[in-house]
Structures are given as structure tokens and as C-alpha cells.
């Protein structure tokens, strides 16, 4: 269960959220069928809300689960939504499913992290890309930002760097804003100060070798991961899948990205490596 309580009443919690959302009080009040001098009081403290109303007004707020929690620990309610750890027994549909999603999708790669991107399962086309990859960072819990982004990882391989590593750390900045984890501000603070791999210049974003521009107009719909293997750039569009209306924070916090080959030549060689 979780338990991370809050020194801080649940109204100027509410009122945080709120303004981070950018909406009114009165239309916040419209879209929990409430009043926007209710939702005022709410916030001031004059009045306590109900626990049902901590909920709809979470989720109206999109409020992340394990921050919905803390709403309810602080005014003095139980935490709703479990966290269940992924070896539990309890959780063993969500692992087969999980797992046979996975193995579904070779050979292209796919992973599953964490809400702090530690690495909960991989496929065989993600341990192909990992190649190389020093085993201190592959030393379990694996973190798949530090596997990527480091000088010593997966880094010196993406050749559109720049561009690959500004974007995960949009990723993140975007996580960051929803979640508000000092976990994963602090390995943000971490990834986004390694120095870049060696033979990256400091040119415009995305210019890295002059042969890939063709590639890069990939970008005008998706950004492309274009990434060394075997003497071979291997390029994919890669996409982020979470669980609908979870209700344990372990499961609201899990992606599922995966990595489609964007090109003939792409789909071919993960096929004969690992077909």
C-alpha cells in the first residue's frame, strides 16, 4: 500500500494540481458537477472535502494514482490504490500478459519500465540493440535512461543523438511536471549532465552525419531512433503504451515502448538476426 504522506493539508494540494493544470475554479467546479465556491473552500480549508470528492475532483485534475493517495492521506482518509510489487502472486496475470506481449512483438524490440524507467522486462530485439553496453550499467535494477543516455551505453551508437537525447529528455520533463517524483527529478538531473559520446560535434540538433538526412524526414510525423548494430543504422519509430483506468499504482506507473522498424532494410535484419 502506499504510504508517502504529506505534511500539507489537502486543499492547497488540490489548489497545486489545479493551477498546474490550468484550470479555473469554476470550471473545475462544472466539470465535477460541484460549486466553484465549494471548490474555493476546498482549497482554503474552510471546508473538508469527502472522499469521494478527493477522487472525482483527481480525476478530473488527471491526478496520477500514487498522487491521489496523497490527497486522500492528507485529509485524513485511507490510500485507495494498492502498490502491488510485480513478483507478487496477485500479479501474475499482468506478468504472463505483459510477457507474452513482449515475446509477440519480436524481433523488434520492446521494453517495459517503471515510473523512474527502471526495467521491469525486455524482449530480445531490445537485448540486441543493448549490445555492447557495459555491464555496469547493466547490473540489475537496470535503469533503461542510463543504459541509453550514458557516455559509456547505447549513446555512442544513436546517430541522431542530439536529437534522440533532447527528446527523452522532454520525456521526462513532461513526467516530471505530472508526477512530481524527486526520484525522477534527480535522475533527470543525473542523465541530462552526461557529457555527450565521443565524436558528437555541436552542430545543429539532428545534423550528426550528413548521409542520414534522407532518414531524418521521418521526423516531419515521428522522430526516428537511428542506432548502429552490427555495421548496420537500424531506424525505428518507437510508441508508449500504458494501462486504461488502472487502479494500482504499481500498474498506472508501467510503459510498454515499443520499437517498429521504419524501413525495409531495418525489418530484414532483425528478421535474419533473430527470426
Avoid: C
Wanted: without cysteine; charged residues 25%.
Amino acid at each position: 500500500m502506499t504510504s508517502r504522506a504529506s505534511g500539507t493539508e489537502v486543499g492547497p494540494l488540490l489548489r497545486g494540481w489545479r493551477e498546474q493544470r490550468r484550470i479555473s475554479q469554476l470550471e473545475l467546479a462544472l466539470r465535477a458537477d460541484s460549486s466553484a465556491r465549494h471548490i474555493s473552500f476546498v482549497e482554503t480549508g474552510r471546508s473538508r472535502p469527502s472522499e469521494a470528492m478527493i477522487l472525482r475532483l483527481s480525476e478530473h485534475l488527471d491526478v496520477p494514482v500514487r498522487e491521489r493517495n496523497t490527497l486522500l492521506l492528507a485529509a485524513g482518509y485511507a490510500p485507495r490504490f494498492t502498490e502491488t510489487a510485480m513478483d507478487d502472486p496477485s500479479m501474475a496475470v499482468v506478468r504472463e500478459g505483459l510477457e507474452r506481449l513482449l515475446r509477440g512483438y519480436e524481433p523488434y524490440p520492446a521494453l517495459i519500465v517503471d515510473g523512474t524507467y527502471t526495467l521491469v522486462a525486455a524482449n530480445r530485439g531490445l537485448a540486441l540493440l543493448m549490445e555492447g553496453v557495459p555491464e555496469h550499467l547493466l547490473v540489475p535494477p537496470v535503469n533503461a535512461m542510463r543504459a541509453i543516455l550514458h557516455p559509456e551505453g547505447a549513446a555512442p551508437r544513436i546517430r541522431n543523438f542530439r536529437q534522440w537525447r533532447l527528446h527523452l529528455l522532454h520525456q521526462m520533463e513532461r513526467q516530471i511536471a505530472l508526477a512530481r517524483s524527486e526520484e525522477l527529478r534527480a535522475l533527470y538531473e543525473e542523465v541530462a549532465a552526461y557529457p555527450p559520446p565521443e565524436g558528437v560535434g555541436d552542430g545543429p540538433e539532428g545534423a550528426e552525419d550528413a548521409e542520414d538526412a534522407a532518414a531524418f524526414a521521418l521526423g516531419t510525423f515521428a522522430l526516428p531512433l537511428r542506432i548502429e548494430h552490427g555495421g548496420q543504422v537500424l531506424t525505428f519509430l518507437s510508441s508508449i503504451s500504458t494501462f486504461n483506468t488502472p487502479m494500482d499504482v504499481t500498474v498506472a506507473e508501467l510503459a510498454i515502448e515499443t520499437f517498429l522498424p521504419a524501413d525495409p532494410a531495418t525489418a530484414k535484419y532483425l528478421m535474419s538476426a533473430l527470426g
